[in-house]
């Protein structure tokens, strides 16, 4: 019986431990997402300028910059949480 214990309680562990390898992953990745959304926003702000549209220069600005914040913002805040994870 206790074999079986330790088995379930070892198996237990190793899931809980994949579980948070995985989260770290999730995390970066909507770090770079967000990135990602930031530079694409840029790029087409970029293009409307060079066009004239100011309007949507302004628009695109306008997203990429809030693209930028939630980039800053989910970095920051899992960064608080990594060291706990470990």
């Known amino acids: 019986v206790y074999r079986v214990n330790w088995l379930q309680t ?5 899931h809980w431990n994949e ?12 770090v770079n997402f967000f990135t990602y959304k930031a ?4 790029s087409l702000m970029d293009n409307a300028t060079s066009t004239g549209l100011t309007g949507h220069a302004c628009y695109a600005a306008r997203q990429c910059h809030i693209y930028q914040q939630l980039a800053a913002h989910a970095a920051e805040s899992f960064q608080k949480v990594i060291p706990v994870c470990q």
């Open 19 to 30: 579980k948070v390898i995985l989260v770290k992953h999730e995390m970066q990745w909507s």
């Open 39 to 42: 530079k694409q926003w840029l």
């Open 10 to 14: 070892k198996a237990l562990c190793n």
